[in-house]
């Protein structure tokens, strides 16, 4: 597949590009932050979104979606970390909606994939325990309880997990933690008795919670895909939201560039433009060619997993582990090249290096998906 | 449109089944394998010879230039099409040549008509091997200070002076060469196109030895040449825009822009040759490394396929240029470092001993030249990111 977009996505980035500048800039970031916002979106936005096509995206037509793929969800996401923008797409559109397309009955996908289509229901993953992720790291335990199971356990990480009205639980029917068989993946509504959900205050500000999980009951009609066989759903899952990630960071990383080489080209210094300035402008140049090579290896990606690609996940590997240190160099080299103004708070670039540290560590950092990479190809 | 295309498929295949040598349908290994044309060219086989013959007939060494100067008229398309039946069954380049590479594109854009028509049918029929004369001594990365001159005398040019770092100038028929012509004008103003017979009297070349050994670069003096003025390609003057173009030609070449992929990964080298028995830290910077060289192998798919599809970003050759060749390099220090001693070795009686070594070396100029990574990153951040000129 040619690594190019075709029309339709190109008017998908127009679309997306033109609605979170207009509805959910960096100064809409800014202002949940200072109203130290406990979900850390607007549910406006969300709403809007929704309507946009952007909560149902990858949710299938005859369930009320856009019927359309991580090609375009990426676009969307992307757009989200050109602006900051915060809202629960990676959580409920890409993690929600895959889980239920990819493991969901028929039932399960009727009572849900509509209201996430209408911007009318929220998830949240609740996979990882482990501070490193580590996916098959799960000891949350499904006790087996009459025709169900009594889940007990922690998910300290768990994104949106404040506003969501569902979630999906990672709990291990069988097995030790840290094997991939015997975990099976739960649906939960967030109200549930034994459910808590604490927030947790994050560098990036958005509303990531601490979950916890005390003797919940749940029923064979809440088993999310198979039981004991949730760790490759879980997985598939995960790569999905990876992708996504990764054409955020994509999105962060080229917006903070651009900001940055706008400064290099008005800031002053011994009486010239900085950016004339060869020890700047060659790390500049280097920073472009980085960008560019995150985002083949990011199209590539959400491309391989349209397609059903066996070598998707090696993809999507390249993809986070690329975009996870372009991201990262992006926002430090920005911070630096401002210089002071680059520290302070009233300037918006701090706000993408919080975002590029937190979106490069969530579901796995270079190191991991650089190792994850190996492995696939027997090194 | 697409019927088209098959049926030239179905056409071009019958061909080579029909006219490319079997001998001629295996990789090429050694230097005598590749083809170079020119007067004084070697064949290694009479196959070599046949298979040149039967493509340039055809204009196939030279699929896209017009079919009146030596070309095959074929369009992109097509020529992609013959591109990927030769892969088919594993044919050689049928004739390499920077005639081909670098000068041809040049003369098609800036070459009188009388030019094309005397030289494109040799480049294509592999009958002239030419050779480049850019860089001097005292003119590397700023290429423009060149100094070797070419003064008016009557219907001839008088060329003084010394070109360095020239690629086979002791078995090169004519060189291509940047001269001054005006020593009053400003250094890029000042530089014109010179075409001309390295026969001819007054011309000499001594080989260089480089860090890895035995190289094909070349000093190549200039002592009072006459060359005939109806050899100036485009005007006087005007030298520089011409080479310019032509060095986005070699940029693409050195970058990679073909068949990078097809090596082995240093990740499988490591593997065949430590097994298990490797320290987490060399395992860790092959695979960023093999991270960069994925998304660096996407990239150059990307930029040809945006290209394909009319949505080329421009002045990309720097960035390919510049980032294939740090991996490259990269990628052979982390050879070195996976053969450990047994990489050190020089000469030797086993075969292929003391190569790696030599390309380890070799790999150091990848980075040098042309152009500099440093010239590419100051191209870079003056037209793609228009920062401002010191």
């Not at chain 2, 090429?28 to 298979?51: A, I, L, M, T, Y």
């Amino acid at each position: 597949m040619a690594l190019v977009l075709n029309d339709d996505q190109k008017m998908i980035r127009e679309a997306a590009d033109g609605f979170f500048a207009d509805a959910a800039p960096v100064a809409e970031h800014r202002r949940l932050r200072d109203a130290n916002d406990p979900i850390g979106f607007s549910r406006a936005t969300w709403k809007a979104m929704a309507e946009m096509g952007f909560a149902g995206v990858m949710v299938p037509e005859a369930h009320g979606g856009a019927g359309l793929g991580a090609v375009e969800a990426g676009l969307v996401l992307e757009a989200m970390g050109r602006n900051l923008s915060a809202a629960p797409m990676l959580s409920t559109a890409l993690l929600g909606a895959t889980a239920l397309v990819k493991g969901g009955t028929a039932e399960q996908q009727a009572n849900h994939l509509p209201l996430i289509a209408a911007g009318e229901r929220l998830f949240a993953l609740a996979a990882d325990e482990a501070a490193r992720h580590a996916p098959f790291h799960v000891a949350t335990f499904a006790e087996p309880s009459g025709n169900g199971f009594r889940l007990s356990g922690i998910k300290p990480f768990v994104l949106d997990g404040g506003a969501a009205d569902w979630l999906i639980v990672a709990a291990r029917t069988d097995g030790e933690t840290g094997d991939r068989k015997g975990i099976t993946l739960f649906l939960v509504p967030a109200n549930a008795a034994g459910v808590s959900i604490a927030r947790r205050s994050m560098v990036d500000s958005r509303g990531t919670a601490r979950v916890t999980l005390d003797g919940v009951e749940v029923d064979g009609a809440d088993v999310l895909g198979e039981v004991g066989k949730g760790g490759r759903l879980l997985e598939a899952v995960l790569d999905v939201g990876r992708a996504g990630l990764a054409a955020e960071m994509l999105g962060v990383a080229g917006q903070s560039f651009a900001t940055t080489v706008d400064y290099l080209k008005q800031r002053e210094q011994f009486g010239a433009k900085i950016g004339s300035f060869q020890a700047l402008q060659h790390r500049a140049a280097h920073l472009f060619c980085e960008i560019e090579l995150a985002r083949s290896a990011t199209l590539r990606a959400l491309q391989a997993l349209d397609a059903g690609d066996a070598q998707a996940p090696l993809f999507v590997s390249l993809a986070k582990a690329k975009a996870g240190d372009v991201v990262k160099l992006a926002t430090n080299e920005a911070v630096q090249m401002h210089g002071g103004i680059g520290m302070s708070d009233d300037y918006d670039i701090g706000f993408f290096m919080k975002r590029a540290r937190a979106a490069a560590e969530t579901f796995g950092d270079s190191g991991f998906h650089g190792d994850r990479m190996a492995l696939m190809i027997g090194y | 449109m697409a019927d088209d295309l098959e049926s030239f498929r179905a056409e071009a295949r019958a061909w080579l089944e029909a006219n490319c040598p079997a001998a001629m349908r295996a990789p090429v290994k050694r230097e005598e394998d590749v083809c170079w044309g020119g007067r004084n060219f070697v064949f290694s086989s009479p196959e070599q010879k046949q298979w040149l013959d039967a493509m340039a007939a055809k204009g196939w060494t030279v699929p896209e230039w017009p079919v009146a100067y030596g070309g095959g008229g074929l369009s992109r398309a097509e020529a992609k099409v013959l591109a990927q039946e030769m892969r088919a069954i594993r044919a050689r380049p049928p004739l390499s040549s920077f005639g081909i590479w670098m000068l041809g594109p040049a003369l098609l854009k800036y070459g009188s008509e009388a030019q094309k028509l005397e030289h494109l049918p040799k480049i294509a029929r592999g009958e002239i091997r030419w050779c480049q004369g850019y860089s001097e001594p005292g003119a590397g990365s700023d290429l423009a200070s060149l100094r070797t001159s070419a003064v008016r005398e009557g219907d001839h040019f008088v060329v003084n002076g010394q070109k360095v770092w020239t690629s086979y100038a002791d078995k090169a028929d004519w060189i291509f060469c940047l001269v001054r012509t005006d020593m009053a004008a400003a250094k890029h103003l000042g530089i014109s196109f010179l075409l001309f017979d390295m026969a001819s009297e007054g011309v000499s070349t001594s080989p260089i030895r480089l860090i890895s050994g035995a190289s094909p670069f070349c000093q190549t003096f200039f002592d009072n040449v006459r060359v005939p003025v109806e050899n100036l390609m485009g005007k006087a003057g005007k030298g520089w825009d011409i080479a310019k173009y032509l060095l986005t030609h070699e940029r693409e070449m050195i970058g990679g822009m073909d068949g990078a992929d097809t090596r082995s990964s240093v990740s499988q080298i490591a593997k065949k040759v430590l097994g298990e028995n490797i320290d987490p830290l060399l395992r860790a910077e092959i695979i960023r490394h093999e991270v960069d060289a994925w998304a660096f192998l996407l990239t150059m798919e990307r930029v040809k396929d945006e290209a394909r599809a009319g949505q080329g970003t421009g002045a990309l050759s720097s960035m390919l240029k510049y980032y294939g060749t740090e991996l490259n390099k990269q990628r052979m220090e982390l050879l070195m470092s996976v053969n450990g001693s047994d990489a050190l070795a020089w000469e030797g009686d086993n075969e292929g001993e003391g190569d790696l070594a030599r390309s380890w070396l070799r790999s150091r100029a990848n980075s040098i030249e042309g152009g500099t990574s440093e010239v590419q990153l100051n191209i870079i951040a003056k037209r793609v990111l228009a920062l401002p000129g010191a």
